[in-house]
């Protein structure tokens, strides 16, 4: 399975949107072309207390997400979907070595899955245009969505480098293969 066409999807849930997040709906679009395109499916949810219980409505993947019969589920209580959980194991089990990543909250879940599945090897590539996050006191979504991806951009992980590159091209890339 590690060269087909594989896309996680981090935290797309009802729990993690209450908190309004930058352009929702273009974003569930993008996903939804990635999720359609793709040969496998990774959804990760994120569990804890506070509205995130395990089969709680805030726990459940948006309505609007697109679920292929064959995707796979990861449940993680941190923002790295690799701690304590089976995600290695499931990558593993598929024969997946590289994915392409997609979701919420680009500054917590997404960013710290990415760093550390990169740093285990994992060959990955971000949807630039298929994550998202909620504005901080720090900065305004937009900046920072515009940040990490060039933060990915740079990311030095010797010998795997991580790709950053909009859904189009990573759709028209999977049909040319």
Same mark, same amino acid.
């Given at each position: ?8 999807? *981090?935290?797309? =849930? %009802? @729990? ?6 930058? #352009? ?7 996903? %939804? #072309?990635?999720?359609?395109?793709? !040969? ?23 309505? !609007? $997400? $697109? ?16 701690? =304590?959980?089976? $995600?290695? #194991? ?12 997609? @979701? ?10 990415? +760093?550390?599945?990169?740093?285990? @090897? ?36 010797? @010998? %795997?480098?991580?790709? *950053? ?6 759709? +028209? =890339?999977? =049909?040319?293969?």
């Amino acid at each position: 399975m590690s060269d087909k066409r594989v896309v996680m999807v *981090v935290d797309m =849930q %009802n @729990g993690v949107f209450a908190t309004p997040r930058r #352009q929702q709906q273009a974003c569930v679009a993008k996903v %939804n #072309q990635l999720t359609q395109a793709a !040969d496998r499916v990774i959804f990760i949810q994120h569990e804890e207390e506070g509205g995130l219980e395990a089969d709680s409505d805030g726990f459940a993947l948006l309505p !609007d $997400l $697109l679920r292929p019969d064959n995707a796979l589920y990861v449940t993680k209580t941190a923002c790295d979907a690799f701690y =304590q959980t089976t $995600l290695e #194991q499931v990558l593993a089990a598929h024969e997946i070595t590289g994915f392409v990543m997609c @979701g919420c909250a680009t500054d917590y879940c997404v960013d710290t899955t990415l +760093k550390v599945g990169a740093s285990k @090897g994992y060959r990955i590539t971000v949807a630039e245009d298929a994550h998202t996050t909620a504005n901080r006191p720090a900065a305004e979504a937009e900046t920072l969505i515009a940040h990490y991806n060039d933060v990915w951009r740079t990311l030095t992980v010797p @010998g %795997n480098p991580v790709s *950053v590159k909009l859904v189009e091209t990573i759709v +028209k =890339q999977w =049909q040319a293969n």
